[in-house]
């Protein structure tokens, strides 16, 4: 009995998805999540010191993503990938071990710094894995589910945390944390790696993701691509606007709901609504993918006025809309990031990532001051209008381009 060609393929792409969609889930399955900050005020801190310690975090993850990107270019990316969660494990340990405002700030750099090794290598082991299987046109519904996966995690952490902090406290919280951060890497280590086997596939020039270059090298040639091709320009350019805005926006939906007159205790399902919507988002990821430049262009000019709306309109509507609009943000972004993976050649796919990244941290970093003036001025709904803005630009300037696309995926 014969295996059928797309029964095989299956079953190659199961090698890979298995561990990874692990590997989403247990790293976001972090209970200390929706307690941290709690824990940050019961040991003493001020307002001005747990926000200079988010400013620690911001920091490191802006300060190390580019070197951590050429680094995923040397060496093996799943053994960073592997080591990431280990450092947030480490970080989170310092909290209990020892808290206090040092061990709070040294535990955000471990965390910052774990974040930064994986952004840029997991979404170049991913693309140059798929490379290997000649699959690469499943990028984007692959990592949609990975997005998926990610808020589900969180949302599911958030959901567990109540009960285990009443049971156990902050000890039984932060062991079921490290727990999550210690299998989170066991699943990296898991995931394929055929670097030299996929050069072939992924880069045009046949040189060998597997063969031996220094650092240096590596990070001038991703810095130089970053710069000087237009197309990849255009695609970092298009993933740090996506993916910027939409993510600050959603830290303030529980204070968006406060502001317009919903209990307390019905907040958390106001987030949840809106959880399950770009949860939704990263599903569709795949599907949307397909559609054409001007079809995309318009879903994401939709996702300005379902923002906008969603902020401005009471109860469950405006939740709906709110949780629709960042669904669109959160397939586009996912679609961005497979158009910035197709264009990419060369050796240095994860550095070039991590320039995306970098964009990515430093304005979403930079519009919370933003927010915070707009809200001083307009409340939390009107600030939400605005800043949802850019989204109808990024749809103009997308609907007028005319990528050149081949049947290799427009590289």
Same mark, same amino acid.
């Given at each position: 009995?014969?295996?059928?060609?797309?029964?095989?393929?299956?079953?190659?792409?199961?090698?890979?998805?298995?561990?990874?969609?692990?590997?989403?889930?247990? &790293?976001?399955?972090?209970?200390?999540?929706?307690?941290?900050?709690?824990?940050?005020?019961?040991?003493?801190?001020?307002?001005?010191?747990?926000?200079?310690?988010?400013?620690?975090?911001?920091?490191?993850? !802006?300060?190390?993503?580019?070197?951590?990107?050429?680094?995923?270019?040397? !060496?093996?990316?799943?053994? =960073? =990938?592997?080591?990431?969660?280990?450092?947030?494990?480490?970080?989170?340990?310092?909290?209990?071990?020892?808290?206090?405002?040092?061990?709070?700030?040294?535990?955000?750099?471990?965390?910052?710094? +774990?974040?930064?090794?994986?952004?840029?290598?997991?979404?170049?082991?991913?693309?140059?894995?798929?490379?290997?299987? &000649?699959?690469?046109?499943?990028?984007?519904?692959?990592?949609?589910?990975?997005?998926?996966?990610?808020?589900?995690? !969180?949302?599911?952490?958030?959901?567990?945390?109540?009960?285990?902090?009443?049971?156990?406290?902050?000890?039984?919280?932060?062991?079921?944390?490290?727990?999550?951060?210690?299998?989170?890497?066991?699943?990296?280590?898991?995931?394929?790696?055929?670097?030299?086997?996929?050069?072939?596939?992924?880069?045009?020039?046949?040189?060998?993701?597997?063969?031996?270059?220094?650092?240096?090298?590596?990070?001038?040639?991703?810095?130089?691509?970053?710069?000087?091709?237009?197309?990849?320009?255009?695609?970092?350019?298009?993933? !740090?606007?996506?993916?910027?805005?939409?993510?600050? *926006?959603?830290?303030?939906?529980? =204070?968006?709901?406060?502001?317009?007159?919903?209990?307390?205790?019905?907040?958390?399902?106001?987030?949840?609504?809106?959880?399950?919507?770009?949860?939704?988002?990263?599903?569709?990821? &795949?599907?949307?993918?397909?559609?054409?430049?001007?079809?995309?262009?318009?879903?994401?000019?939709?996702?300005?006025?379902?923002?906008?709306? +969603?902020?401005?309109?009471?109860?469950?509507?405006?939740?709906?809309?709110?949780?629709?609009?960042?669904?669109?943000?959160?397939?586009?972004?996912?679609?961005?990031?497979?158009?910035?993976?197709?264009?990419?050649? +060369?050796?240095?796919?994860?550095?070039?990532?991590?320039?995306?990244?970098?964009?990515?941290? /430093?304005?979403?970093?930079?519009?919370?001051?933003?927010?915070?003036?707009?809200?001083?001025?307009?409340?939390?709904?009107?600030?939400?209008? *605005?800043? /949802?803005?850019?989204?109808?630009?990024?749809?103009?300037?997308?609907?007028?381009?005319?990528?050149?696309?081949?049947?290799?995926?427009?590289?």
């Amino acid at each position: 009995m014969t295996t059928s060609p797309s029964r095989a393929a299956h079953a190659r792409a199961l090698r890979l998805t298995r561990p990874l969609y692990a590997y989403a889930a247990l &790293g976001e399955f972090v209970l200390l999540y929706p307690l941290y900050a709690v824990l940050f005020d019961q040991s003493g801190l001020s307002v001005a010191q747990i926000s200079s310690l988010f400013a620690v975090w911001s920091l490191t993850s !802006v300060a190390v993503s580019v070197p951590a990107g050429a680094w995923a270019d040397v !060496v093996p990316r799943r053994y =960073l =990938l592997a080591a990431a969660p280990l450092l947030s494990a480490a970080g989170f340990s310092l909290w209990l071990l020892w808290p206090g405002y040092w061990a709070f700030a040294a535990g955000f750099v471990l965390w910052g710094a +774990g974040g930064a090794l994986a952004s840029g290598a997991l979404e170049a082991l991913v693309y140059t894995e798929l490379g290997h299987r &000649g699959a690469t046109e499943r990028y984007a519904r692959v990592m949609g589910v990975v997005r998926a996966l990610d808020v589900a995690a !969180v949302g599911a952490a958030t959901l567990l945390a109540i009960p285990v902090m009443a049971h156990g406290g902050y000890t039984a919280v932060g062991a079921g944390s490290v727990t999550a951060c210690v299998l989170c890497s066991l699943a990296a280590l898991a995931l394929p790696e055929h670097r030299a086997g996929a050069a072939a596939a992924d880069h045009a020039d046949g040189s060998g993701e597997g063969e031996p270059r220094g650092y240096r090298a590596a990070l001038r040639e991703g810095l130089a691509q970053a710069r000087s091709s237009r197309r990849v320009r255009g695609a970092i350019t298009l993933v !740090v606007v996506v993916s910027s805005f939409w993510m600050m *926006l959603e830290e303030y939906v529980p =204070l968006l709901a406060a502001e317009s007159g919903v209990p307390t205790d019905t907040v958390p399902v106001v987030v949840l609504v809106v959880w399950v919507c770009v949860t939704a988002g990263g599903l569709l990821a &795949g599907p949307v993918s397909r559609l054409p430049v001007g079809a995309l262009a318009l879903l994401l000019g939709l996702a300005a006025p379902a923002v906008a709306a +969603g902020a401005l309109l009471p109860g469950p509507p405006g939740w709906v809309l709110l949780g629709a609009g960042f669904g669109v943000c959160q397939a586009a972004g996912v679609v961005a990031d497979a158009r910035l993976q197709d264009r990419i050649t +060369g050796t240095s796919r994860a550095t070039v990532t991590s320039v995306a990244a970098l964009g990515t941290d /430093a304005l979403t970093t930079a519009s919370y001051p933003l927010y915070a003036g707009v809200f001083t001025l307009t409340g939390h709904s009107a600030a939400f209008a *605005l800043f /949802a803005a850019p989204y109808l630009v990024a749809a103009l300037v997308l609907g007028r381009s005319r990528p050149r696309r081949t049947a290799s995926g427009g590289r």
